[in-house]
């Protein structure tokens, strides 16, 4: 039976993205091996790595340039529409679309501190005042110091 093919990366392809996203420039198969070996027990083979992104290739994750015999792989999104997308498939299919549940979840799991409670209220009263402004979403902001 074949794999199914999902449009979002899995754990694997989205710690190359990683690796590809901090390097902020193309990489070959060799740099990527060196920065996953970094982490890998035992470590991981170069053909699984070339593997992986010919597959993150087909799958659109990447982009790929000849450089003599080899390539040259980049992300072929930017980190921030990934990570969004990827959270929105996640919203829909898990949850139902319920922002509510999601962050109930995502309280639970992570336990916030209390200072990034205080951040997550900043957070959402910018949000709530956006949008009765008619404003568009959710911004990248530096939290509000509160007190």
Known sequence: MARPRYEQPTPAELQVLKILWDRGGPASVRDVLDVVNREADP??????VMSLLNVMTEKGLVRRTPQGRAFLYEP????EQTLRSMLGETL???YNGSARLLIAH?????????????????????YQARDAEGGAGCRRSRPKSRG
């Open 43 to 48: 470590p991981r083979a170069y053909t699984t």
């Open 106 to 126: 995502l309280l639970d799991q992570s336990r916030p501190s209390a200072d990034e409670l205080d951040q997550i209220r900043s957070l959402l009263d910018d």
């Open 92 to 94: 829909e299919r898990i």
């Open 76 to 79: 072929a999104a930017p980190r």
